[in-house]
């Protein structure tokens, strides 16, 4: 009876170790004076501490209530809050998923 031999892969393989996406490009609306002084703004007004849990001396996000992608305003301190990275974290999610069902 025939053996049957292994043929080689035609597929070539893939180093994964230097395959890496590009590097994450922030906006430069993040970079300006105007959001760096807003940014300054909402977490004074919130005394530095978590607007949903409280937690301080940890680091803190000065987060769009109605996001900008939503039609938020950019630099209206009324539209920011200061939320710890637990609390950012689960306020993206939730966004990003309403966003999604509609």
Known sequence: MARLRMLSTRIARHDTRTALPPPKQPDPHYASTAHRDWRAAVLTRAGH?????????????????????DGGAALDVTNGQTLCGACHTTKTVAVRAARMAR
Do not use: F, K
């Open 49 to 69: 501490a978590c607007q949903r849990c409280g937690r301080r001396g940890v680091r803190l996000y000065a987060d769009h209530i109605v996001e900008m992608r």
